[in-house]
């Protein structure tokens, strides 16, 4: 079971819509009171795969929330937390853009609605299973990104989410883990190499081959093998770890696919997302 939850403009439309290509039965807007009945109800029926879109559109959310996860603890069920997050002047682009109040809104601001939602949501989002920000990706790198975490693979212990980015553009708030590269040399610099990408035969080789580079990565893969086994035995099975330049067009573009490429190599599902190529 999936709980899929967080900000409104979030995109947990399209999450939801996403997980039923992936032939997961989806029930939106519903009251955490019935959560568990609807559970029972799966469990007749033999469906595997349920997801229950919740938010404050339910008006006693907050107060239903503790009754609900202990409902479901009794009836032997622990379900996963995808939490949509996005930045506050995205949701707001957002919500003009389909002419809609916000549902926290009332007679305020639209972004007095946005705090009052990232309040009562604050709980969830700590005790969030996957958190995804959405707010520099389209709507298929979104459903790329739900397609990749729930659909297929279901026996992997853990699934991880390489991020490039650039610290110029801000951290990326769904991370799990931060690195930096900008210890290395910086391609941006030569210029047969700065309107290229880290996707680059060129750009790659030149990063890798910098003093450093294949210390960190040898260290790093051996540091996420070392916290595979605490994340599994916790409950954790979807892992982001981010990893930085300057720009995020060069070297984390790079180390991100290299280290990627080391990680399935040694079977660990790992997806690689290039944030800010394209923003430089």
Not at 46 to 56: E, G, P, Q, R, S
Not at 164 to 181: C, Y
Not at 257 to 265: A, K, S
Request: proline content about 5%; glycine content about 8%; aromatic content about 6%.
């Amino acid at each position: 079971m999936v709980i899929v939850t967080g900000m409104s403009g979030a995109g947990r439309s399209t999450a939801a819509n996403a997980l039923e290509d992936l032939d997961w039965y989806v029930v939106d807007n519903l009251p955490p009171t019935l959560v568990e009945e609807v559970c029972a109800q799966a469990r007749r029926s033999n469906l595997t795969k349920l997801a229950v879109v919740i938010d404050v559109r339910t008006r006693t959310f907050f107060e239903q929330l503790p009754t609900m996860f202990a409902d479901l603890n009794r009836a032997g069920v622990l379900p996963e937390i995808l939490y949509l997050e996005a930045a506050d002047d995205v949701i707001v682009r957002r919500q003009e853009s389909v002419r809609r109040p916000h549902p926290l809104q009332g007679d305020g601001r639209l972004l007095d609605g946005i705090h009052r939602e990232r309040e009562t949501l604050a709980t969830l989002r700590a005790a969030a299973d996957l958190v995804v920000d959405t707010s520099a990706i389209n709507i298929h790198q979104l459903r790329s990104r739900i397609s990749y975490t729930y659909g297929g693979e279901e026996d992997a212990p853990l699934k991880v989410t390489l991020l490039s980015f650039g610290f110029k553009n801000g951290l990326p708030v769904d991370a799990d883990l931060v690195l930096d590269v900008r210890f290395l040399p910086n391609p941006h610099w030569i210029p047969a190499l700065r309107p290229q990408t880290g996707l680059s035969r060129e750009v790659s080789e030149y990063v890798l081959s910098r003093d450093g580079a294949e210390e960190f990565l040898t260290r790093l893969q051996a540091l996420i093998e070392v916290m595979i086994g605490g994340y599994v035995q916790e409950g954790k099975r979807f892992v982001t770890i981010a990893i930085g330049c300057t720009g995020g067009k060069h070297r984390s573009t790079a180390m991100a696919e290299e280290l990627g490429r080391r990680l399935r190599v040694a079977g660990l599902p790992t997806k690689v997302l290039h944030r800010d190529l394209g923003r430089e």
